[in-house]
């Protein structure tokens, strides 16, 4: 798979080196849930049916963020890296990342058609029912349609339905701050991840009988509901049950700025500091809480375990 980093205006160099006739899904692709693959795969067999390379494009960052349109847009559900490789699983051959400035959020629906995808030699372009496209999101999928006759065909995918709820990104952040990494994971296809650094923390873990993973994520995840959940972590490719809690420490803290992220890994005794680690969220466990006694939080802690072993046993099933 090739990636492609593109800036407006598309220079006439970069444009002609990557002018092969192709299709093209368009869109953000926060999460690349389900129904962003059924968009990318549906321009992957136009590709295969009419003999073109299959291609991707994303804008980066997210063109709410930049516009200053939503705080929650800072945070992400697949930061930039993680999307390209959700990409690569899926097979596709390239891979633009359109960097989203003020410069390229004034460009018009006409701009953008006439001097992106024609440029980029596009035969068909595959995009989702609600798909918003140029200054202010004034184009949308219909607009496309007719701005692209008559050499650029326009593919319009249907959403994709989940409980009578579409299958969005919108839905994922909900679920994940509700505490239900489980929708999440109906909705992604997989289990919601976050990438993360294993740092020094408070060394308290180990004197009470749990060591743990003390992790600072790489970027700005959304980061589900605080509490305890059981967890499965990817260590250099091999996958290590445990659990994890994510919260401000009340026993023994009165306030910490910002949440904690501190994985207890089942029967691993391994070095980890300033390794990354792949962390993903099965199961929510119960609420972080301030207990009376070190005693108390130790037999918790213990409950949260075996609870944590049983329900990671049974989603192995």
């Excluded at 995840?221 to 994890?244: F, S, T």
Aim: aromatic share 8%.
């Amino acid at each position: 798979m090739e990636i492609i980093f593109l800036e407006y205006p598309i220079r006439s160099s970069t444009a002609a080196e990557t002018a092969v006739p192709k299709t093209l899904a368009i869109g953000h692709f926060d999460g690349v849930h389900r129904g962003h693959q059924n968009v990318i795969r549906r321009s992957m067999e136009a590709a295969k049916a009419e003999g073109l390379q299959a291609a991707v494009m994303t804008f980066h960052p997210h063109p709410k963020e930049v516009l200053g349109q939503g705080q929650q847009y800072v945070t992400c559900l697949t930061p930039l890296d993680d999307k390209i490789k959700r990409f690569l699983r899926l097979g596709v051959d390239v891979v633009y990342v359109i960097k989203f400035d003020l410069s390229f959020s004034a460009v018009t629906p006409a701009e953008f058609v006439e001097d992106v995808l024609r440029p980029l030699q596009v035969k068909k372009a595959i995009v989702g029912f609600d798909f918003t496209f140029g200054v202010r999101g004034s184009g949308h999928a219909e607009t496309l349609v007719s701005l692209g006759q008559p050499d650029i065909g326009v593919e319009i995918v249907e959403p994709l339905m989940q409980d009578g709820d579409k299958v969005s990104s919108t839905l994922i952040r909900e679920s994940l701050l509700e505490g239900s990494p489980e929708t999440a994971r109906q909705l992604l296809g997989e289990s919601y991840e976050v990438r993360g650094i294993v740092v020094h923390g408070e060394g308290r873990g180990s004197k009470i009988g749990f060591p743990t993973a003390n992790i600072e994520p790489e970027a700005a995840y959304v980061m589900p509901r605080q509490g305890v959940y059981a967890i499965m972590a990817d260590v250099e490719g091999k996958l290590i049950h445990g659990v994890l809690n994510m919260g401000v420490k009340p026993t023994f803290h009165e306030h910490l700025p910002k949440p904690v992220l501190e994985a207890h890994l089942f029967d691993f005794n391994g070095d980890l500091y300033g390794k990354s680690i792949m962390i993903r969220f099965i199961s929510f466990l119960r609420t972080e809480k301030k207990f009376g006694s070190i005693d108390e939080l130790v037999k918790q802690i213990h409950s949260d375990a075996e609870q944590a072993r049983a329900v990671l046993t049974a989603f192995n099933m």
